[in-house]
T-cell receptor, first 113, second 113 residues
Framework: KAGVTQTPRYLIKTRGQQVTLSCSPI?????VSWYQQTPGQGLQFLFE???????NKGNFPGRFSGRQFSNSRSEMNVSTLELGDSALYLC????????????FGPGTRLTVT | QKEVEQNSGPLSVPEGAIASLNCTYS??????FFWYRQYSGKSPELIMS??SNGDKEDGRFTAQLNKASQYVSLLIRDSQPSDSATYLC?????????????WGLGTSLAVNP
């Protein structure tokens, strides 16, 4: 079974721009979570989607948004990029509601200059 | 106090020894606990999940959970240089609709040949 895929793998953007990241979960998985990982803060939860609905949200500003499509693929968007948004963005998929075992994609490395 | 705490390390052990990684958590109602391994430049990989008090073994890995002490640990027997990585502890928070994984910052493990 194919794993979680994320595109693009690397991005360089300038301040003020916006960016969209994509995630395709493991086939059959309906839950997708997004995380931001930085050396000092570790893994920070952004949001979780299940069956196209945002089920949970972390403590990030409204510039961070996401959505999930009917095929469980998910996108996250960051508008008005700031230097501090430079990080590794990870997507994790999980089978569904009863388990929280999460399987991560390779991540998207975002650099904001 | 952080919700999930781990010693940052580095924890250095000789090849063949037992590596012991520890994690404490603050939310008494937490029921699900996970250990992930993250190699440098890679995404986290699920090693084990544990839900009940006691030990759970999988190959060279043993997870130990003590809910009364709010403590979960990971033992790696016969440590190999390939085990050198950062080990992340994650705890599932179940607070109404605010269900998500809370992550420790990780413990860096170095296994010396």
């Amino acid at each position: 079974k194919a794993g979680v895929t994320q595109t693009p793998r690397y991005l360089i953007k300038t301040r003020g721009q916006q960016v969209t990241l994509s995630c395709s979960p493991i086939s059959g998985h309906r839950s997708v979570s997004w995380y931001q990982q930085t050396p000092g803060q570790g893994l920070q939860f952004l949001f979780e989607y299940f069956s196209e609905t945002q089920r949970n949200k972390g403590n990030f500003p409204g510039r961070f948004s996401g959505r999930q499509f009917s095929n469980s693929r998910s996108e996250m968007n960051v508008s008005t990029l700031e230097l501090g948004d430079s990080a590794l963005y990870l997507c994790a998929s999980s089978p569904g509601q009863s388990t929280y075992e999460q399987y991560f994609g390779p991540g998207t490395r975002l650099t904001v200059t | 106090q952080k919700e999930v705490e781990q010693n940052s390390g580095p924890l250095s052990v000789p090849e063949g020894a037992i590596a012991s990684l520890n994690c404490t958590y603050s939310d008494r109602v937490s029921q699900s606990f996970f250990w992930y391994r993250q190699y440098s430049g890679k995404s986290p990989e699920l090693i084990m999940s544990i839900y009940s008090n006691g030990d759970k073994e999988d190959g060279r890995f043993t997870a130990q959970l003590n809910k009364a002490s709010q403590y979960v640990s990971l033992l790696i027997r016969d440590s190999q240089p390939s085990d050198s990585a950062t080990y992340l502890c994650a705890v599932k928070r179940d607070a109404g609709n605010n269900r998500k994984l809370i992550w420790g910052l990780g413990t860096s493990l170095a296994v010396n040949p």
